[in-house]
């Protein structure tokens, strides 16, 4: 089935540690993003990329890194420089037209803890 | 960029309708309104979007007043699998930010049986 797979679904910090979280689609879409939720707090978007080998700053891009070397990955690494990391992380992608007006389409999340 | 303004929270009984409001006064022309759901630790799962015609499909309907100013999505007929926050979302369809989504709290809503 085509959708968005993001693992693992659970991970483990430790202070001072970089980790990579995976996102893989399967749909062709040329656009990808990246989203952190805390608890009872609404998606606030990291980077987001249009295009292989181009991705643009979201609102709070600060510790976090990403690469988007092929069309269907897009990998988000958090820096031992994010000093608040636990989080909700979400992947999700959509194609990109001319307008734009195509719905995203999420993964099931990675949930990233400190320990 | 515009903001929406949802309840905090919502009860619905099975089988009613569920009416959900969203204020975005501040809505731009080329902004459209988007639905989204999130049940608890999944990521958001798409339901609906319209520019200024109401529009319907198979999960739900989208009423959008007349000055664009607000709107309100319709569950027809909902389920307990229905229990979900619910977000409305303004989305630039044109230039630099193309495509970015700008989620508030939403609104919890829980149907009971």
């Known amino acids: 089935d085509g959708g968005i797979t993001q693992s693992p679904k659970y991970l483990f910090r430790k202070e001072g540690q970089n980790v990579t979280l995976s996102c893989e689609q399967n749909?062709?879409?040329?656009?990808m993003y990246w989203y952190r939720q805390d608890p009872g707090q609404g998606l606030r978007l990291i980077y987001y990329?249009?295009?292989?080998?181009?991705?643009q700053k979201g609102d709070i891009a600060e510790g976090y890194s990403v690469s988007r070397e092929k069309k269907e990955s897009f990998p988000l690494t958090v820096t031992s420089a994010q000093k608040n990391p636990t989080a909700f992380y979400l992947c999700?992608?959509?194609?990109?037209?001319?307008?734009?007006?195509?719905?995203?389409?999420f993964g099931d999340g990675t949930r990233l803890s400190i320990l | 960029d515009a903001k929406t303004t949802q309840p905090p929270s919502m009860d619905c009984a099975e089988g009613r309708a569920a009416n959900l409001p969203c204020n975005h006064s501040t809505i731009s022309g080329n902004e459209y309104v988007y639905w989204y759901r999130q049940i608890h630790s999944q990521g958001p799962q798409y339901i609906i979007h319209g520019l200024k015609n109401n529009e319907t499909n198979e999960m739900a309907s989208l009423i959008i007043t007349e000055d664009r100013k607000s709107s309100t999505l319709i569950l027809p007929h909902a389920t307990l699998r229905d229990t979900a926050v619910y977000y409305c979302i303004v989305r630039v369809e044109r230039g630099s930010t193309l495509g970015r989504l700008y989620f508030g709290r939403g609104t919890q809503l829980t149907v009971w049986p």
């Open positions: 990329s249009q295009i292989v080998n181009d991705f």
């Open positions: 999700a992608s959509s194609i990109v037209w001319a307008d734009g007006n195509q719905p995203q389409h």
């Open positions: 749909l062709n879409h040329d656009a």
